[in-house]
C-alpha cells in the first residue's frame, strides 16, 4: 500500500494539533495503516484504505477503556483527528512506546516474555460489552472459517498435513463462555519486548473484537516455539485455566490466521517469516 505522504500528515497535524508539531519519520506502511514518528515520544497513525477506517475508530473509542486492565502500555490516542484537505479519514497521535517488535528477537530468546503474555491475556480476557466491535474474521466460531480455510489450504504452498491439523481443531467444543475482550491479532510484530527481554508494550488494536479466547492463545504458535509455547501454557493456567478444547481451537486459530498472512505476504518478508513460524508450529505434535 502507498504511505500517506509525509508532507500531507505534517500539514494534519499543523492545522489541528500544532502543539506536536515535531519532524516526522516513517516507520511503517501495512496493509492498513500509515505510521509515523513524531518526534521522540509520538507516533501518527493513519488509515491508506478505507475498509481500515473502522478499525482505527474502534482504536480511538475502545483503547482508553482497555488500557487500565492491562499490565503492559498500549497506544492509547493522545489527540484524534479528522478529514482535511486531501485526506478523508480520522487518525491518530499515539504515544511512542518504546521496545522493538518480538518479530526481531530470535524465537528461542522468546520465552523470556511468555508469563508477562500470559498475564495480559488473562486481563484482556474478561468480559466484553453488548457494543464491542463486532469481527467476522477473529473470535467467531471456528466453523465460521471453516470453508474460507480449507480453500485456502486447497491451493499451492501449503502442505497436505495442515489440512488434518485444521479438520482436528474443527472437532473442539465450542466456546461456551461470554464473549471476553480479544486483541484478536496475536502475532509477534504486535508485541513489543524491552532490553531486559520482557514484553514491554502490546500495539495495533485494529482487529479488536469479543468472543472465544483461542483467538488470542493462537499466540502459542504464532510467537513461540515448543518451549516457549509450554512456558506460556503453564503461566496461563495458573491465572485462568483453560480446557483442552480451548487449546484445540488455538492451535486451528493460529493455522486459519497464519495461513491467511501466508497469502498476503509475499511483498513483505518479516509478516511472510511470521507466517512460516506458525505454519511450521502447528505442524509440531502436541
Known sequence: ????????????????????????????????????????????????????VPLLVNE?????????????????????????GEYPWPWSINPWLPGRPASAVPVAARIAFAADLARCFAALHVPAPPDAPANAFRGVPLSGRAVAVRERLAGDGFPAPL???????????????PPVWLHADP???????????????????????SGDPATDLAAAWMVFDAPGRAAFRAALSEL???????????????????????????????????????????????
Open 1 to 52: 500500500m502507498t504511505p500517506v505522504p509525509a508532507a500531507l500528515v505534517a500539514s494534519l497535524v499543523r492545522t489541528q494539533h500544532p502543539s506536536f508539531i515535531a519532524p516526522l519519520r516513517l516507520v511503517a506502511s501495512g496493509w492498513d495503516n500509515t505510521v509515523y514518528r513524531l518526534g521522540s515520544s509520538w507516533s501518527v497513525r493513519l488509515p491508506h484504505r478505507e475498509v481500515a
Open 60 to 84: 480511538q473509542r475502545w483503547l482508553p477503556h482497555l488500557a487500565p486492565l492491562l499490565p503492559v502500555p498500549v497506544p492509547v490516542p493522545a489527540a484524534v483527528g479528522g478529514p482535511a
Open 163 to 177: 489440512r488434518q491439523v485444521w479438520e482436528h481443531a474443527l472437532e473442539a467444543p465450542p466456546w461456551t463462555g
Open 187 to 209: 502475532h509477534p510484530a504486535n508485541l513489543l519486548v524491552g532490553a531486559g527481554g520482557g514484553l514491554a508494550g502490546l500495539i495495533d488494536f485494529g482487529d479488536l473484537t
Open 240 to 286: 485462568a485455566p483453560l480446557d483442552e478444547a480451548t487449546w484445540q481451537r488455538a492451535r486451528g486459530w493460529a493455522l486459519s490466521i497464519g495461513s491467511a498472512v501466508a497469502e498476503g505476504s509475499a511483498d513483505n518478508p518479516e509478516m511472510a517469516a511470521i507466517a512460516a513460524h506458525a505454519l511450521a508450529q502447528v505442524l509440531l505434535p502436541e
